[in-house]
């Protein structure tokens, strides 16, 4: 079992950045994926972007180019640097892991994230 905590989410005006963290109750070094996805109020869980135990990442469209995610091994952490944010960024993020070997997923509780004037 693998608790995950989000941090970092909170009210940004539009253009503002802010800096997600998830950070895991063990190692997530066995972690095959781990990633970020979003819900907006009315709306489906949506993909943000994923990060392999390799390193290889993936976006939505809708964020690349604006958002990077990243990984600390060694701080069993995972990152969203979201920049040039915009008033449909706004939804709760969740960090979520895959562990392939064991058939396993995890989820956080979920961040906030408000753009608005």
């Known amino acids: 079992q693998v608790q995950l905590v989000e941090s970092g989410g909170g009210l940004v005006q539009p253009g503002g950045s802010l800096r997600l963290s998830c950070a895991a109750s063990?190692?997530?070094?066995?972690?095959?994926?781990m990633g970020w996805y979003r819900q907006a109020s009315g709306r489906q869980r949506e993909l943000v972007a994923l990060?392999?135990?390799?390193?290889?990442?993936t976006y939505a469209d809708s964020v690349k180019g604006r958002f990077t995610i990243s990984r600390n091994n060694a701080k069993n952490t995972v990152y969203l640097q979201m920049n040039s944010l915009k008033p449909e960024d706004t939804a709760v993020y969740y960090c979520?892991?895959?562990?392939?070997?064991?058939?396993?997923?995890?989820w956080g509780q979920g961040t906030q994230v408000t753009v608005s004037s």
């Open positions: 979520n892991a895959k562990n392939y070997g064991l058939g396993a997923e995890y």
């Open positions: 990060i392999t135990s390799g390193g290889r990442t």
């Open positions: 063990r190692s997530i070094f066995s972690i095959n994926v």
